[in-house]
């Protein structure tokens, strides 16, 4: 009889002892017949049978392939320079435009990807996996012998993912020589730091992917007369076999002495940083 009211029902078999259970899921379901009646009906089975509930997926990986455990760990080695800045016709004014985009962009996304985050982690889902990159980091800015910059550091980046966008925030630290007569009148070394978000947006879902990322630094130096160190960055990153990574990265960087320009107004402060990396993921 049970079969014949609810033709399209998809039913599994329940014991006595499952009753109570039963009664329950049935009455948030909209059912307000007990149970015990339902099976009372069916005079031909000793058996009852109900409804199998839906169960609703506790994480947002949207069926990606991303298990919600994963985790990745990298190990990288980043090495960039302003090499092709006093190339012939090479147009060094755009660098402030260009940090301004992607420091902007870097930011307001970071931010709503962060609040989506905190919602989801309040209604129960529980985010992709989350993953590690430790890099050993070189930057050096160079105009002549007597005239450079060079940041050598260590870079942790973590992070959580979001389908296939991986959320992070990155820390640098290190060692700072700077000798640059037109914004200082005398060499520092030292001390530097640098904190900032990281976004990066996976191409597969394969365990080494490519992606394409996007992150603005900011930071300073142990000496009072400096004032902002910041780099905004565009990279791709290639994942090759099964564990090794090659990338490529450009964007600009922003050495302010004692934070008295406006972001825009003194362009000698700004030069394009062109990177290359390498490394493993684990």
Sequence with gaps: MLYQRYPDAHVIQVSQEDYPRLAEQLRSRGYSQNPTALALNDAASSKTYYQQPDTQKNHDCDNQGISSDEESF???LDISSDVL??????????APILFVIVGTIVVIVWVLYVFKYMFDVAT???PCGYWN???LTSSRITRTINQYAEFDGLTYMTGFRDGLTDVGISIELGHADLQLPQLLSQRLQGRYWLLGPVLRWRFTTSTNPSYFSMNFLAGSTEHDVMGTIAQANLGLQFGLGASAHLGLSWGAMKIDINDHQGILQDRDEYYYLYGINFGFGF
């Design 85 to 94: 800045r006093n190339t012939p016709g090479n147009n060094h004014d755009n």
């Design 133 to 135: 990159e430790f890099s």
């Design 74 to 76: 990298n190990i990288m």
């Design 124 to 126: 129960g889902f529980r």
